[in-house]
């Protein structure tokens, strides 16, 4: 997705540890924002405490795969799910886990637009 303009990408951070806030905020907004092409390109950062739920809740992580195979790219903290011991669960998922510290920060730099929840 690389020939999606800046201006027309989103980064969401969904740190929440709770599920209300998961299926109500966080994967609502960014599985619309894709299947209604409010954003061109979506991405949903699983960042600390967030990564029990998409571990271990079996909701959680259908709507995960659904969002994943609509386009919504998903990236997890490696430093929080190794600190919990869940970087291999979540790769299994399709995942992609990695330390993205780096990552926002550069996209926060280029410019795209950023929801926490």
């Known amino acids: 997705m690389a020939d999606v303009p800046v201006k027309d990408s989103l980064f969401v951070i969904w740190s929440s540890p709770d599920p209300e806030t998961a299926h109500k905020l966080a994967f609502m907004y960014a599985h619309s924002a894709l299947k209604k092409l409010w954003w061109g390109r979506v991405r949903l950062i699983i960042w600390g405490p967030s990564a029990r739920l998409a571990a271990n809740d079996e909701q959680i992580r259908q709507r995960l795969r659904e969002m994943m195979a609509d386009g919504v790219?998903?990236?997890?903290?490696?430093?929080?799910?190794?600190?919990?011991?869940?970087?291999?669960p979540l790769e299994a998922l399709g995942i992609d886990v990695f330390h993205v510290g780096q990552a926002v920060t550069d996209m926060l730099k280029e410019g795209w637009t950023s929801l926490n929840f």
């Open 73 to 88: 790219e998903v990236w997890a903290c490696r430093a929080c799910s190794d600190g919990y011991g869940l970087s291999e």
